[in-house]
């Protein structure tokens, strides 16, 4: 059964990929891909993927930033 999390506060300081992928509900294709987009705070260790919880937010804050810019210039 998938962990749910009823908010931030509850999610671990470093995410798996299936954290991440349940955190933003999409699959683990989409989440192995973001995984691996240039600028996404993921870090590997070893054969590991970890994600620190307060990178992510960052990350989540400016692209929703970047996002709300975009849509204000068209």
Do not use: C
């Not at 059964?1 to 798996?16: D, V």
Request: proline share 4%.
């Amino acid at each position: 059964m998938a962990q749910t999390y009823r908010n931030i506060e509850e999610l671990p300081a470093m995410l798996t990929v299936y954290q991440l992928r349940s955190f933003l509900g999409i699959g683990q294709r989409q989440a192995y891909e973001l995984t691996h987009t240039e600028g996404f705070p993921a870090l590997k260790i070893g054969t590991t993927i970890k994600i620190p919880k307060h990178l992510l937010m960052d990350w989540i804050k400016t692209h929703l930033e970047n996002n709300s810019e975009k849509g204000a210039a068209t």
